[in-house]
């Protein structure tokens, strides 16, 4: 068994791993606690129960993501490899997690109330990083705000890969370029007679 950090990072590891091969309905403590080789009693020493346990490993996914951004020198491209970064680990785990969790949502209040946080944290994803770095590069005025950025990422990724289209370079190039410079730098191209 492993020990500290290292066991924490293994249950979950676990806990995604598991939640992409079977969902979260069919999620278990003793599944989380066998894939990880830990004990229940650590599992429920650290978290109170399944829905806490998810919201954590969901966290700790998306900081490993957030430090794995590349600094490119610019916000075109800190965007661009943000995304691209993240996009290329929707796969079909990603599918049955996000959808199975979506799912349970609906039925079980607890998870939806701690999922809910989540989500509501902007602070979780790329783009609180991206713009610190954009407004040192003097690229955004310093009060630049994230959310609606994050939000239009987030819907224009989850809408793809919902009707099953690519989130192949060509739709980042458009996302990036069409809708997260123009919104973060407050510079929309003219329309066009």
Do not use: N
Not at 13 to 19: F, K, Q, R, V
Not at 103 to 119: F, G, K
Request: hydrophobic fraction near 45%; aromatic fraction near 4%.
């Amino acid at each position: 068994m492993v020990r500290g950090i290292a066991r924490e990072q293994a249950i979950l590891t676990a806990t995604i791993e598991l939640l992409g091969e079977i969902g979260y309905q069919a999620l278990t403590m003793d599944a989380v606690a066998q894939r990880a080789r830990a004990s229940k009693q650590t599992i429920y020493r650290r978290w109170r129960g399944k829905p806490e346990l998810v919201k954590a490993a969901l966290d700790a996914r998306d900081a490993e993501h957030v430090t794995a951004i590349p600094s490119t020198g610019t916000l075109r491209g800190d965007l661009l490899a943000a995304l691209d970064t993240l996009c290329a680990q929707a796969d079909d785990r990603y599918l049955t997690m996000m959808t199975g969790l979506i799912h349970a949502m609906r039925t079980d209040a607890d998870l939806a109330e701690i999922l809910r946080s989540h989500v509501a944290d902007e602070d979780q994803g790329p783009f609180p990083t991206i713009v610190e770095r954009a407004v040192a590069r003097g690229e955004v005025p310093v009060r630049t705000s994230t959310t609606l950025a994050h939000q239009v990422a987030e819907g224009q990724v989850i809408r793809r890969m919902v009707l099953g289209q690519p989130l192949d370079h060509d739709f980042l190039t458009g996302l990036v370029d069409d809708l997260l410079v123009p919104l973060l730098t407050r510079s929309f191209p003219e329309d066009e007679p």
